[in-house]
């Protein structure tokens, strides 16, 4: 029988995404709390784009928005917050908060290093780009490695492709 293998990958998807954004934008357009505040909420690319007239309302605004994210079943680790906070720019608050996408090396090195440890010793691992693709004789093996990996606390969100 062939190896069988998958990819490990940090990707979301750009749909449930944007209907997100939209979803928050109509609700914070009709929300009693947010009338006259200026609030808004967009996607400008691989960028969310909040604003309003008060740091708590900007803070509200992406409340709303990471609301939205898990009900559409996005990772809210895909959102890279900026720890400073909604920066002033003129009257209104504005916080721009960009997508985070793909693993970058010292991630990569870290679940190499959980897989090597932790996980069953048949299942060999390889960095391509910005994705680790795992192989095992065992199908059992790499359902252990995924389960491992959501269970462990780390600083992307991971998902599964090309499982073959």
């Known amino acids: 029988m062939a190896d069988a293998s998958m990819d490990i990958v ?4 750009k749909q449930e995404v944007a209907n997100a954004v939209n979803t928050a934008a109509k609700e914070i357009a009709n929300r009693y709390d947010f009338k006259g505040v200026g609030a808004s909420v967009e996607l400008v690319g691989e960028v969310v784009k ?16 990471q609301t939205w994210l898990i009900k559409r079943g996005v990772s809210l680790k895909h959102l890279d917050v900026p720890e400073a906070g909604p920066r002033l720019s003129g ?12 693993i970058s090396q010292e991630n990569a090195k870290k679940i190499n290093k959980l897989i090597r440890d932790e996980g069953p010793k048949s299942v060999k691992t390889q960095v391509q ?3 680790i693709r795992a192989t095992s ?16 606390d780390l600083d992307i969100a991971v998902s599964f492709t090309n499982y073959k």
Do not use: I, T
């Open 91 to 102: 009257k209104e608050y504005k916080l721009d908060v960009p997508l985070k996408e793909g």
């Open 137 to 152: 004789k065992s199908r059992d093996d790499l359902q252990a490695v995924q389960r491992l990996l959501k269970e462990s």
């Open 50 to 65: 909040m604003q309003a007239n008060s740091e708590e309302r900007c803070k509200a605004v992406l409340d709303v928005l």
């Open 129 to 131: 780009g910005d994705a």
């Open 10 to 13: 940090s990707k979301f998807d």
